[in-house]
């Protein structure tokens, strides 16, 4: 099956949820796969925006945090305080689905700064929910491209705590969450170490070798006994995949009426 | 609560170097207000918002803004707030203080504004570099548990403006659709001006849904499309691909100064400004 590296890891994202799980989602990369899994085999699955909408089921993917299809098709809308309190940090939420500009290898996210705080080279938007998402929810779901900028070996600022210094470190911690168990890239996975919480190689694409993965990741990366082989796209994935890619690519573009002043 | 037009509302309840909240969670930014803000030339404010979106990239570029409060700062789904770069990475058109949180902190911080109590409490702020950047937040123990918890200062703006679709004459103010921190917002600060799409005789009973009574808002405006390119519930939808348009329009200072000038500065108020980008659409 022909895909991009993109739709492979969307499948590959969707395919680790399931059944009747409460995930908070990300936009971008962590959306598309929510949905994707929420309009193949997990239909149950109860999706959670940070801008209050719960249970919501959009047709089209939004393009930001608090699009009106979010909220139109949601089974219910609480105010942003609350979904911070009294869901994600009263424990109601199975799995959190994050992206990063930068990811260590104990997976600490960075969405801040590249370069120093007070200087830096390139300002990023920020936290948004992410450091209390990744706190809180059960575990974590982490999707980034790979290359060696955005998997490094030190992170310029550490925006949300993956598993800090590793070896325990986020076990003897407040964070009631475990922590990121899955980090899906552009050419496989990685998971954490379970002596020392290191990412290292999981599963690899089809047609990926180690050393196209080692390349890609700016630490040693060491591989799991057992490197699992993902199983491609299936025609099916791909196609209500590409339909709802579709489906929002037109409807971002289209015209909307400017209102009258 | 008075009726007011909203270069009067602007005039008379934003002062320069003020405490400023635009809220709206991506839904009812208050888009008109903070154009006339800028048409009136306030400056030195500090700006707060959880989701600067383009309404700050755009006060921020133009100089109206000293120091910012929030807690993600981007384009949705499209990528930088190009101005809001500008001014962190490069000082222009002025040096911009940052005061950054995460969204669960910045709402607490809300929350304890409108409830007029020094802090706010939080799981939150664990293990991440956010804190020794920010000293609006701190640990506290708890006096219960010896737990440690973070403590986020209190947000009262001087003023929070807010779009919503309707109000009755009184100015009781009616918001349905996506909230975010509004309501939060509103009852943290010392006046509250709310834009809104409809006046109507009298709002339908509502028991649950967010309403902010006449005695908590300072200044309702009729301004019709006030929250466009964002959206308005039930009223118009946003619009995305406008959004995907200010990435090019906003990289360059230049072409960034002349948009500005061309649709806010030299158009009158909101409408004409509306008028304006359907006819160049």
């Known amino acids: ?28 990369l962590p959306s598309a796969a929510c949905n994707l899994a929420r309009l193949t085999h997990a239909p149950d699955l109860v999706l959670i925006y940070e801008s209050g909408t719960i249970g919501t089921r959009p047709t089209v993917l939004p393009l930001s945090i608090g699009d009106g299809e979010l909220a139109l098709t949601a089974t219910c809308v609480v105010p942003l305080p609350e979904v911070f309190s009294h869901y994600l940090q009263a424990g109601r939420v199975d799995v959190g689905f994050l992206g990063a500009a930068q990811i ?26 992410a ?30 705590a993956g598993y800090l210094d590793g070896h325990g470190a986020r076990a003897r911690s407040a964070a009631p969450g475990l922590g990121p168990r899955a980090l899906i890239t552009d050419f496989g996975m990685l998971a954490p170490h379970p002596l020392d919480d290191e990412l290292q190689l999981s599963a690899l694409f089809e047609g990926v070798s180690r050393d196209q993965a080692r390349a890609a990741v700016g630490w040693p990366l060491r591989c799991a006994d057992d490197v699992a082989a993902i199983a491609p796209p299936t025609a099916a994935e791909l196609a209500v995949l590409r339909d709802l890619q579709q489906r929002t690519r037109e409807a971002h573009q289209r015209p909307v009426s400017i209102p009258l002043g | 609560m008075p009726l007011m037009t909203l270069d009067e509302a602007i005039g008379t309840l934003v002062h320069e170097g003020d405490c400023v909240a635009l809220e709206g969670f991506t839904h009812l930014i208050p888009f008109a207000a903070g154009h006339e803000i800028i048409r009136q030339r306030r400056r030195n404010l500090h700006l707060v918002r959880m989701t600067p979106d383009l309404i700050y990239d755009q006060m921020i570029g133009m100089g109206c803004a000293r120091a910012l409060s929030f807690s993600w700062g981007g384009n949705p789904g499209v990528g930088s707030l190009h101005r809001l770069r500008d001014a962190v990475e490069n000082q222009w058109p002025q040096p911009l203080k940052l005061c950054e949180h995460s969204h669960a902190g910045l709402a607490a911080a809300y929350c304890a504004g409108a409830a007029r109590l020094p802090f706010g409490v939080l799981r939150g702020y664990l293990d991440n570099d956010l804190a020794g950047h920010n000293p609006a937040v701190r640990r506290v123990a708890c006096p219960f548990t010896g737990r440690q918890l973070a403590a986020v200062a209190a ?34 600060a010392g006046r509250v001006i709310v834009t809104v799409e409809e006046i109507v005789d009298e709002l339908a009973p509502a028991m649950n849904a967010i309403v902010l009574p006449h005695w ?22 946003r619009d995305n691909a406008f959004y995907q348009r200010w990435d090019q329009i906003s990289r360059d200072r230049a072409v960034f100064s002349d948009w500005m000038r061309q649709h806010v500065l030299q158009t009158r108020d909101h409408r004409a400004h509306l008028d304006g980008l359907r006819a160049a659409a």
């Open chain 1, 131 to 160: 450091p209390e998402i990744a706190a809180h929810a059960r575990q974590t779901f982490v999707m980034l491209r790979a290359t060696t900028r955005s998997c490094v070996e030190k992170l310029d600022f550490r925006t949300s």
């Open chain 1, 104 to 129: 260590d290898r104990y997976g600490n996210l960075n969405t801040t700064v590249i370069g120093p705080y007070d200087a830096p080279h390139t300002r990023l938007p920020g936290a948004g929910g």
């Open chain 2, 155 to 188: 947000i009262n703006p001087d003023v929070t403006i807010l779009h919503a679709q309707t109000a009755d004459r009184r100015g009781n103010v009616a918001i349905h659709g996506i909230v975010g921190a509004a309501r939060e917002a509103a009852l943290a």
């Open chain 2, 216 to 237: 908590v808002v300072t200044a309702t405006v009729l301004c019709r499309g006030g929250a466009y390119p964002s959206y308005a519930q039930g009223h118009y939808q």
């Open chain 1, 1 to 28: 099956m022909n895909c991009t590296p993109d739709e492979y890891m969307t499948v590959a994202a969707a395919r680790l949820l399931q059944g009747s799980q409460v995930c908070f989602v990300g936009i971008g």
